[in-house]
């Protein structure tokens, strides 16, 4: 790899992390007001068109994308890209319109049906924004990307606010979520300077398709991995339940998006131009140190002070969150990790193998999630996510990853001073929670016992993992000593 793509990737991940993290500040502060506008029971009446509309845009969206950032020649294979995906798109849309009565019974949230009804509008908005998305990441673009994102988010939080002051509810959700995805793609093909360009070439349909289907399906499984969860606890606990448990998980989500979109949007691009085995998974050896460090971190913050983060942010209507929240953070920790390594498994082009890891992975959640809402309720459904996790993901991958010749124990003790250090931290903060009354002190000293008994003294390895990573004998793809 050259010195200018090292470049392009440092200033990437500068940018990505940037971008990631402050727009998830601007989401979770949007998420804050709607808390203040829209009560849990209609949250939940959400919840069950957002997680339909995840579910079914992974499809939409089919992992073209991925085809397009990795291959050698992207403006042939293009046209083909856009005709699959939005036909695709336009037929899950319609699909998820006709469906809604049927999709909302299954939640028993028959409110729900209009909601669905609105969010089926964002396939078509997935299938326009294949192209122009897959470009800007390729390209390292992540400031661009900012930019663009901040717009949507603008009109979105403009456009809830506005509909949920007046009396909308959860239909101020599902328009605004329509407005701002309409802005981005728009400013997308904007800033990209590209044109709706549709064609179809059979052998690069084809070709795209067979590469694409294992990872479509593979990210399907994974959505709904975290949709199913979702039908379970609706239908075992309720809608407003519902309603509190998907706060409960968008809270533990932090890490993932804080951290685990940040590395992503950047490492499949660059792991995939690393041509040499050996060096793609050195790769994964100097990252897996520091990215462990901070979900640990922010993990270790959630589940220790799941009550005063839920209370003072959201307001005491929705404190019954905390109870999943415990359980949910150490999974939100373990899902920046999961995801590090799908991202390496795709990039290495062993799509299968993540589709397989998937497939077991949502076998073993169904039953595991069912038994733990009955006996534990909102607090079993989120310590379900850790059970499977340990029991099942972290076996599985490591199968998979010797598979694709990764040495797993270098990995493994890469990541233990992360595991490690945590006792201290975890047992300072929990005291801290029981201790003090008020979030307002409670928390500051929390981040303060975080800082002192685990940042900084995992800070020097982390240092010297980014300095080797960020080495040009690295980047240039030279043999390492």
């Known amino acids: 790899m050259s010195v200018t793509t090292s470049s392009r990737i440092t200033r990437g991940l500068t940018w990505s992390a940037a971008s990631s993290f402050s727009i998830r500040i601007g989401n979770f502060l949007v998420s804050i007001?709607?808390?203040?506008?829209?009560?849990?029971?209609e949250y939940g009446v959400f919840a069950v068109a957002l997680t339909v509309w995840?579910?079914?845009?992974?499809?939409?969206?089919f992992g073209l994308g991925t085809d397009v950032v990795r291959s050698r020649e992207p403006q042939r294979i293009i046209p083909t890209v856009a005709t699959v995906g939005m036909l695709t798109s336009a037929g899950l849309g319609l699909s998820m319109a006709a469906g809604a009565p049927l999709i909302a019974a299954s939640f028993e949230s028959p409110e729900s049906t209009s909601v669905v009804r609105v969010m089926s509008l964002g396939m078509i908005v997935i299938g326009l924004s294949i192209v122009?998305?897959?470009?800007?990441?390729?390209?390292?673009?992540?400031?661009?990307?900012?930019?663009?994102?901040?717009?949507?988010?603008?009109?979105?939080?403009?456009?809830?606010?506005?509909?949920?002051?007046?009396?909308?509810?959860?239909?101020?959700?599902?328009?605004?979520?329509?407005?701002?995805q309409t802005v981005v793609v728009t400013a997308m093909y904007a800033v990209t300077r590209q044109h709706l360009r549709f064609g179809f070439d059979p052998s690069?349909?084809?070709?795209?398709?067979?590469?694409?289907?294992?990872?479509?399906?593979?990210?399907?499984?994974?959505?709904?991995?975290?949709?199913?969860?979702n039908v379970i606890v609706a239908r075992g606990l309720g809608q407003t339940q519902l309603g509190l448990y998907v706060l409960a998980f968008n809270v533990s989500s932090w890490p993932m998006n804080a951290v685990g979109q940040a590395v992503r949007v950047v490492a499949l691009p660059a792991l995939s131009e690393v041509t040499d085995r050996a060096q793609r998974a050195r790769a994964l050896l100097l990252v897996t140190g520091p990215v462990c460090v901070v979900a640990v971190t922010l993990g270790i913050?959630?589940?220790?002070?799941?009550?005063?983060?839920?209370?003072?942010?959201?307001?005491?209507?929705?404190?019954?969150?905390?109870?999943?929240?415990?359980?949910?953070?150490?999974?939100?920790?373990?899902?920046?990790?999961?995801?590090?390594?799908?991202?390496?498994?795709?990039?290495?082009?062993?799509?299968?193998?993540?589709?397989v890891v998937q497939l077991v992975w949502l076998a073993s959640m169904v039953p595991v999630m069912i038994i733990g809402v009955r006996l534990g309720g909102l607090a079993g459904a989120g310590w379900a996510h850790v059970v499977v996790g340990l029991v099942v993901v972290i076996p599985a991958y490591v199968i998979t990853l010797r598979g694709a010749g990764v040495a797993v124990r270098p990995l493994l003790w890469a990541a233990f001073p992360a595991l490690a250090w945590s006792p201290f931290a975890i047992v300072t903060c929990w005291f801290i929670a029981q201790r003090v009354g008020s979030p307002w002190v409670g928390l500051p000293l929390a981040g303060l016992a975080c800082l002192v008994?685990?940042?900084l003294p995992l800070t020097g390895s982390v240092l010297r993992s980014l300095r080797l990573l960020r080495s040009l004998r690295l980047l240039r793809g030279e043999p390492s000593e």
């Open 204 to 229: 690069t349909a084809r070709d795209s398709i067979r590469f694409c289907m294992p990872l479509a399906a593979a990210n399907l499984v994974s959505w709904l991995l975290l949709a199913v969860d």
């Open 453 to 455: 008994l685990y940042v």
């Open 33 to 41: 007001i709607m808390a203040r506008l829209i009560a849990p029971e």
């Open 54 to 61: 995840s579910v079914l845009g992974t499809v939409a969206e």
């Open 301 to 355: 913050g959630l589940s220790t002070m799941a009550s005063p983060i839920i209370r003072l942010l959201y307001g005491e209507r929705w404190a019954p969150a905390a109870a999943a929240l415990v359980g949910l953070a150490v999974f939100g920790a373990m899902r920046v990790v999961f995801d590090l390594v799908a991202t390496f498994l795709v990039a290495s082009g062993r799509t299968r193998a993540v589709l």
């Open 132 to 180: 122009p998305a897959a470009l800007l990441q390729r390209a390292y673009r992540q400031g661009t990307l900012f930019a663009v994102n901040g717009a949507g988010l603008i009109a979105s939080t403009g456009t809830m606010t506005v509909l949920a002051v007046n009396g909308y509810g959860p239909m101020a959700l599902a328009i605004g979520h329509i407005v701002g």
